[in-house]
């Protein structure tokens, strides 16, 4: 998962530093000895960087009078006094962003990069955009295809940094009776519903103080900091059993049931998908090691299947069965 998480200074590449009193002259000669040189960087007596682009000084001492004006004189004349510097520790994806809002003369300048207030190099616009391009497909690698939400290998992470957490809630959420939807309507509207249980839950679980990810299937989970989620649970449960209804014939919805073969084979009245939710928090019980956490939630989770309808229960033994 490093590579998710990649710095921008990890792509960084050597850029030549020049003073701001170096003459025109000088850097004329060091970009006609490097042709592939896009740019190089100048440091000032403040110490901040400053940057002069290949193209924009060939074009200051293409005019008329250029060549004259400058070569005799400082470099200082001619730099960008305000390029866009960015830290070794920031993603490279959110420097991307940045580079693609400077103004359009600006927009393929390079990027220069700094660790600890000291210049460490700089980044082409070419090499950041395809260095883009291979962090979102390694993204891609670890989302769940159907919703797009962080899979097991991200899931297994978070629970791993969670049970450590001053404060935690695990919530396990699925669909009961699922199986018995996809026989019944086909697996294209079932993917429907869970992509539609997935947009729900963004809804709600989508704040820095939250995790949410899909397990696979009709399984999600969310992690939070907090001990604080049964008003969002119940506003879950209530505007999935409101989405639901739009998954089903008004027959089967009158009935409140279809008809197929249950978990046991037999053909039979099968009742609508439910939600339910598994919660498991550290508010009145400590855990030694996040295996525990799954197994008091595997625990908590038989109970939500002995229920029929959407229901909140805890490891504190509360049980809210909201059937509607």
């Known amino acids: 998962m490093n590579g998710i998480f990649t710095h921008i200074g990890d792509i ?20 006609r000895s490097n042709p592939n ?12 960087p400053s940057l002069l682009m290949r193209a924009r000084f060939f074009q200051q001492i293409g005019t008329q009078y250029g060549y004259n004006l400058y070569m005799g004189r400082p470099v200082e004349l001619v730099m960008n006094n305000s390029p866009l510097v960015v830290d070794y520790m920031e993603q490279i994806t959110d420097v991307s962003f940045q580079a693609m809002n400077r103004s359009e003369e600006e927009l393929y300048d390079l990027v220069l990069i700094t660790s600890k207030g000291a210049l460490s190099g700089a980044i082409s616009i070419r090499r950041l955009l395809l260095a883009v391009a291979d962090v979102r497909a390694e993204m891609a690698s670890f989302m769940n295809p159907l919703t797009g939400l962080p899979g ?22 699925d669909l009961d009776y699922f199986k018995s939807y996809n026989d019944s309507y086909g697996f294209k509207m079932g ?30 989970i969310v992690i939070l900091n907090h001990h604080d989620y049964l008003k969002d649970c119940e506003e879950v449960v209530a505007g999935f059993e409101k989405l ?16 197929g073969a249950g978990r046991s084979g037999l053909h039979g009245q099968i009742p609508l998908v439910s939600l339910s939710i598994a919660v498991v928090t ?25 229920t029929i309808g959407s229901i909140i229960c805890d490891n504190e033994e509360t049980v809210r069965n909201l059937n509607s």
């Open 152 to 173: 097991n290998r991200i899931i297994d992470d978070r629970l791993c940094q969670s049970y450590l957490l001053e404060r935690f809630s695990v919530l396990y959420l």
């Open 191 to 220: 993917d429907a519903l869970i992509q539609a249980t997935a947009d729900l839950l963004r809804e709600y679980f989508t704040v820095p103080e939250a995790f949410l990810g899909h397990i696979g299937g009709d399984d999600f």
């Open 244 to 259: 639901k209804r739009e998954f089903y014939s008004s027959q089967d919805l009158e009935n409140n049931h279809v008809v």
């Open 37 to 48: 040189l896009e740019g190089v960087s100048i440091v000032g007596a403040e110490g901040m």
């Open 12 to 31: 960084a590449e050597s850029i030549p530093v020049i003073t701001s009193d170096t003459k025109c002259e000088a850097v004329y000669r060091l970009f």
């Open 282 to 306: 550290n508010r009145s019980k400590s855990f030694a090691h996040i295996d525990e956490v799954i197994h008091e939630a595997t625990r908590i989770k038989k109970i939500c299947k002995s």
